[in-house]
């Protein structure tokens, strides 16, 4: 039997997975009914969005384990660095790379955090 934390990332898996497909194949067409044509150049982003989408429902669930295991110290620590590397990375991404360069910096920011954690 699985412990509840491995149930709990499995039930996460298996609903954010389809969540990401729809996503990525539908993004033009959710883009185009919610915000009209106007909104197209932010296709790109929200696909990349998308998969921080995956990211944060695993992380989440990450998070809370490390809450119940009364491990906050090792979380703090990873957020405050997160938290920095985030600015930073802001501050030369967003004018170097546009929206596009604050997806991506949104995607490598999760990935930072749960290496860190």
Do not use: H
Not at 30 to 49: K, M, N, S, T
Not at 90 to 112: T, V
């Amino acid at each position: 039997m699985k412990s509840l934390g491995e149930q709990l990332v499995t039930i996460l898996f298996y609903f954010s997975i389809p969540l990401l497909i729809l996503v990525l194949a539908t993004g033009d067409q959710v883009i185009g009914f919610l915000y009209g044509e106007l909104f197209w150049p932010a296709i790109d982003c929200f696909r990349i969005l998308g998969i921080v989408l995956v990211l944060r429902f695993w992380f989440k669930a990450y998070f809370a384990i490390l809450l119940s295991m009364d491990k906050q110290g090792p979380l703090l620590l990873a957020v405050a660095m997160a938290t920095v590397a985030n600015i930073l990375v802001n501050l030369y991404w967003i004018p170097l790379c546009g929206k596009e360069g604050a997806a991506w910096q949104a995607l490598l920011r999760i990935a930072f955090s749960f290496s860190l954690a």
